[in-house]
């Protein structure tokens, strides 16, 4: 690992220009190449203190041995010189995407005598015409099939082209007439060729001429009588509808534009790009890619620019590209794609109407392709296995951990404190054995205090099972000490159903408990398990910020690489529990605030209740009720109307409610309920609900 200040050039030496500045290892590999509108004050930045830089920085200034740069004139050549150098050196540290060699296009070999409609794959070929890329190949053909109706261009391979024109018959194409067979002479190469350029136009979404054009062909030919010519376009027409439908409009303005946008986490990022031409989409493709460098959304989208179009030119490039965050230096990045295209070119983020509700759509797509990676990613045995491995290593554990628990809290500014706890077994989530707390030994914030309660919950639990089969006896801990004494805290943890056969909650040990946080609560953790006698149970935590992971009484944290499997997996873990530990929390706090006095009356059901507010029609008029009078209710016996009555006189509001803007007192006068109408605690006013409004 080198020394950032070993290979530090003198401030007086950096221009202080645009430019792009390469880093090399020590066997002179560039390992990163970047750009700056100031190489001086770029450059200074990565030469500061380690401890101020971002992970991934630091990571590679330290791999790194020396620097070199280039000067530039403008932004523009900056962008396109970093543009050619991370191509032709391929450092490991800069963002690269996954290519989409993979999507087929639909592609017209304008470049040749006859040219020949195909899907093709791969690296774009010059002088051939290409539309999408689509999702599938089918999709392609079934548009290609009704396209020939109209546009008849040569489909067949060279040796069939060649054979047909050797024995003087054309192919079966050529019989059904989806081929204007050139190969035996029907039409002239010139012919041909203007029916190829037809075919692209439509494609690149001038169809609306075209379309006007046979439609003013048909009515001609009805007018003359030639009923079967018009037949013929009439059907040609139908059929160049049919292939329009499948690219369904979403743009009403006929826009050509390009939509990009990004999902992301802290180590990778997928993006989705919709081509959208004559305001059809007429194509789609997707990216994942590793996030190596320190990037945010925006150095992510200028990446992708510079992959989409660094190689285009012409109409491949559109008018309009869209974006969810503007670069750096967006106005050279939309310089450098005009000189691509040849015209301006609009780079924006949509703000409203259509295109920000396609981009809506666009990013949606790129979080399914994140989401869909991740899962193909966790079901790889292989990766899962090497995964475990690379955490009993970083973590040096005896054995790999095919059992992880992970602990987190939730709340809201000090309420409804609530904890998660998350199983993964073999590398995968096992959701049943997911379980739930609430914080009860005290009130307020404290992450630290209700790690401790948690942990200690979920072992002692653990305890009782072992105890319950004779696993394990209290003798087996400290003398004087029996770690069950603490009563359990809550019926649902207390809850032993008879012995079935079938595993309890809490009967096995995890091998690794990971907490969602940094040194105070891992402390926490092992302080609760060493106070019930565990010592086999490995304990880390994975703080956010900079996915460090802490071991307990270690002052420095275990920094896996961000390429780890492992390091991929306890995010995975850490983020499964803050889901479920948010999930809960906001259930509860939904449940309080809609709470109201009757919801605290014990073996009050929700029937019941609406029956009382419906029967006095508000909740004050109940409050005011006597207990004779509540009796009357259908169902509600005297114990429970005097249950009732003590609830609702221990709930009466400090005060009538007050328009703030008036400044007159509104009545509660609360109408009946309806037919699936809320539960009755929200039939009060915000005062006895103990909500604001």
Known sequence: MADPSSYRPAPGQIPDSPGVYRFRDEHR???????????????????????????????????AAS???????????????????????????????????????????????????????????KGVRYFGPYGHAWAIRETVDLMLRVFPVRTCSAGVFKRSAQIGRPCLLGYIGKCSAP???????????????????????????????????????????????AARLRDDIGALRRAMEKNAVVLADATDADLIAVAEDELEAAVQIFHVRGGRVRGQRGWVTDKVEAVDTAGLVEHALQQLYGEESGEAVPKEVLVPALPEDAPALAEWLAGRRGSLVSLRIPQRGDKKALMETVHRNAQQSLALHKTKRASDLTTRSRALEEIAEALELDSAPLRIECFDISHLQGDDVVASMVVFEDGLARKSEYRRFQIKSFE??????????????????????????????????????NPLESPPESPLENSLAEDDGRPKRFAYPPQLVVVDGGQPQVAAAKRALDELGIDDVAVCGLAKRLEEVWLPGEDDPVVLPRTSEGLYLLQRVRDEAHRFAIQYQRNKRGKRLKAGP???????????????????????KLRQATIDQICEVPGIGRKTAETVAAALARSVPAGPAVNTATGEIIEDETPPPRVGAPPSGSWGTSSERGTEQ
């Open 183 to 229: 190969c035996v002479g029907r039409v002239t190469p010139e012919e041909h060729r203007e029916l190829a350029e037809d075919f692209c136009d439509f494609m690149a979404g001038r169809t609306g001429t075209y379309l006007s054009r046979l439609e003013r062909q048909m009515h001609e030919a009805a007018e003359e009588m030639e009923y079967e010519k």
């Open 29 to 63: 590999r560039v390992i990163y190449v970047g750009k700056a509108k100031s190489l001086r004050q770029r450059l200074a930045s990565y030469f500061q203190d380690l401890a101020g830089l971002h992970p991934r920085t630091a990571t590679m200034v330290t791999t």
């Open 598 to 620: 009757l919801d605290e009356v014990p073996g009050l059901g929700e029937s019941r209740r609406q029956a009382l507010v419906k029967h006095f029609g508000s909740v004050k």
């Open 67 to 125: 620097v070199e740069w280039t000067v530039v004139s403008t932004e523009v050549e900056a962008l396109q010189l970093e543009y050619s150098w991370i191509k032709e050196y391929d450092p490991r540290f800069n963002v690269k995407y996954r290519d989409d060699k993979s999507y087929p296009s639909l592609a017209v070999t304008m470049n040749e005598d006859y040219p020949r409609v195909q899907v093709m794959r791969g690296p774009k070929k």
């Open 444 to 481: 307020g914030q404290d992450d630290v205090r209700s790690m401790h309660e948690v942990v200690s919950r979920r072992f002692r639990r653990y305890l009782q099972e072992k105890l319950k089969t004779g696993e394990w006896s209290p003798e087996d801990g400290e003398e004087g000490e």
